[in-house]
């Protein structure tokens, strides 16, 4: 799909259309890398690292409200240990 690049303030913009935008997860105020390479232009998503927890960490977020329900497994079978 073409696009016309335009004047925005003292910069040069391209509009994305909004089926690209959703199917790259893109939205308002989202941070891109803007990078040339090989003559392209290159846009990468900044994607937030997943932080890492601990089982100590998440086991504190555990609330009433958000505590699943007992599951019955049924009998024991063979030599488990409940």
């Known amino acids: 799909m073409r696009r016309r690049v335009q004047r925005w303030g003292n ?9 690209v935008a959703r199917a790259c997860d893109l939205a308002e105020g989202a941070e891109l890398d803007v990078r040339h390479e090989g003559g392209s232009i290159v ?7 997943r932080a890492r927890y601990t089982l100590r960490q998440l086991v504190a977020r555990i609330t009433p409200r958000n505590r699943p329900e007992r599951v019955d497994f049924g ?6 240990i409940w």
């Open 11 to 19: 910069s040069l913009a391209v509009r994305l259309p909004a089926d």
């Open 43 to 49: 846009l990468v998503l900044e994607r937030p690292r």
């Open 75 to 80: 009998r024991r079978a063979g030599r488990e």
